[in-house]
């Protein structure tokens, strides 16, 4: 790879960072999702910023447990916890039993966060499985491309010192809180910001006795609390039995969910569009990922005004990692060339992607023949750099003669139609007064 492509690279990748910066202050607005609207006892809805909205539904893992206190249903800060959310109140009717709130976005947003309030932790502090139960809460993000994350925070200490966390999925788009079997007399609180564009988030709430006591020993008493704090925190994680008893009722609530901004996902997320100088000039772009990609178009000009379509290359469809792609180009190596990059998705939608040049004195210092495109369909094209007459020849598979010219020194592209040709390979052979050289190349 030549210092040329090297340079170009860098400075691609300058500019789409410096186009991305400067988009910002165009699109970037930020917005909250807040559940005001909500309708108590509703297990489906709406929440909306703007101009973008949001489905909600509320699934229960059986119908056996129940709702309580007229939830799901809308709350102010300092009602069943801080800030304004949606409460989720159960009567459980045993520590298997969840809930999933599955918001869909109906346009993709961006770095959504939002808060879970009053997630329990004290439940070790009282004796026996039967009243006092920690939380679980696990939040997933589906992504609409490209990379993203999910990270968790709340105080410092109070994350490291009564929660679990843990993160899975492509990405660590799935983050997992549950709580530690301390003391604390506090409900706590944790915030969750994923990084990235997503079209859904699901919400998974759990309470039962997901930490435990040995096998056989005993619990401390809610008296010996705060004596035993420490001991409390160590005990093992071995859970109760689901048989032990009615985990009592408990809520969580869901803050407002904020977004840095919301659009329509573009189908291909681009990284870099340049060009190779080889032996044979070489296009090259890079998606971090693609949705619907059906496939890429590839222009040319010799003004950087006037494009005609040269190559179609097939994109992936639907990929959430890097893909690289190269095609060879035959404009004329003695001028500046144009070239234009667009994206085409399966209906039909064209997004135009970059643009760049290609200086006249993109060849090898010894190149003296260009033979292209390969492989072939109707015609072939000959470009040719020597200052002398060159014999042409093209030999087919069998081993015939069926094209010969000759190639003047004043006439720098020599086209060849080639429709009646057969499909196969051929030996394209150029001799000068100095050199001879083969060209292997393939009727499609």
């Given at each position: 790879m030549s210092n040329n492509f090297a340079e170009n690279f860098m400075l691609m990748k300058t500019k789409l960072i410096l186009l991305n910066f400067l988009f910002v202050p165009i699109f970037l607005s930020f917005g909250q999702f807040s559940w005001n609207s909500?309708?108590?006892?509703?297990?489906?809805?709406?929440?909306?910023?703007?101009?973008?909205?949001?489905?909600?539904?509320?699934?229960?893992?059986?119908?056996?447990?129940?709702?309580?206190?007229?939830?799901?249903?809308?709350?102010?800060n300092g009602t069943w916890g801080n800030g304004n959310g949606l409460s989720i109140h159960h009567d459980w009717t045993g520590v298997d039993k969840s809930t999933t709130v599955t918001i869909n976005f109906n346009t993709a947003v961006n770095n959504p966060c939002f808060q879970i309030d009053d997630i329990n932790t004290q439940r070790l502090c009282y004796v026996g499985c039967s009243s006092n139960w920690s939380d679980e809460v696990i939040v997933t993000g589906t992504r609409t491309f490209g990379t993203g994350t999910i990270t968790v925070s709340s105080d410092a200490a109070i994350l490291s010192d009564n929660f679990n966390v843990s993160y899975s999925g492509a990405g660590n788009t799935t983050?997992?809180?549950?709580?530690?079997?301390?003391?604390?007399?506090?409900?706590?609180?944790?915030?969750?910001?994923?990084s990235g564009t997503f079209t859904q988030i699901r919400i998974t709430y759990k309470s039962g006795p997901w930490f435990s006591r040995p096998t056989g020993s005993s619990f401390i008493g809610s008296a010996n609390c705060n004596a035993n704090s420490t001991l409390c925190r160590n005990e093992s994680t071995?859970?109760?039995?689901?048989?032990?008893a009615d985990p009592d009722k408990q809520y969580i609530k869901i803050?407002?969910?904020?977004?840095?901004?919301?659009?329509?996902?573009?189908?291909?997320?681009?990284?870099?569009?340049?060009?190779?100088?080889?032996?044979?000039?070489?296009?090259?772009?890079?998606?971090?990922?693609?949705?619907?990609?059906?496939?890429?178009?590839?222009?040319?000009?010799?003004?950087?005004?006037?494009?005609e379509p040269i190559r179609q290359i097939d994109g992936v469809g639907n990929s959430l990692t890097p893909t690289q792609y190269q095609t060879p180009v035959f404009g004329s190596r003695?001028?500046?060339?144009?070239?234009?990059?667009?994206?085409?998705?399966?209906d039909g939608t064209t997004t135009e992607l970059a643009t760049l040049s290609i200086p006249a004195n993109c060849q090898s210092s010894d190149e003296l023949?260009?033979?292209?495109?390969?492989?072939?369909?109707?015609?072939?094209?000959?470009?040719?750099?020597?200052?002398?007459?060159?014999?042409?020849?093209?030999?087919?598979?069998?081993?015939?003669?069926?094209?010969?010219?000759?190639?003047?020194?004043?006439?720098?592209q020599h086209f060849i139609p080639t429709d009646s040709w057969s499909k196969g390979v051929y030996v394209v052979r150029i001799q000068s007064k100095t050199k001879i050289e083969n060209f292997r190349i393939i009727k499609d």
């Open positions: 909500w309708i108590a006892g509703s297990t489906s809805g709406t929440i909306s910023t703007g101009s973008c909205t949001a489905n909600v539904a509320i699934t229960q893992s059986d119908n056996t447990q129940t709702f309580a206190d007229g939830s799901p249903k809308y709350n102010p983050a997992t809180v549950s709580a530690k079997p301390n003391c604390d007399p506090f409900n706590r609180f944790v915030q969750f910001c994923l071995v859970n109760c039995s689901i048989t032990d803050g407002s969910i904020s977004s840095t901004n919301c659009f329509t996902a573009m189908p291909v997320e681009f990284a870099y569009f340049n060009y190779q100088c080889t032996d044979q000039t070489q296009l090259v772009w890079e998606t971090n990922s693609e949705r619907n990609n059906d496939y890429f178009m590839v222009y040319e000009s010799s003004d950087g005004v006037n494009f003695l001028q500046t060339m144009y070239y234009k990059l667009e994206q085409v998705d399966f023949y260009v033979v292209g495109p390969n492989p072939f369909k109707n015609e072939l094209t000959i470009e040719h750099h020597n200052q002398e007459h060159s014999q042409l020849s093209i030999i087919n598979a069998e081993g015939k003669l069926i094209y010969e010219s000759t190639l003047e020194e004043t006439k720098n």
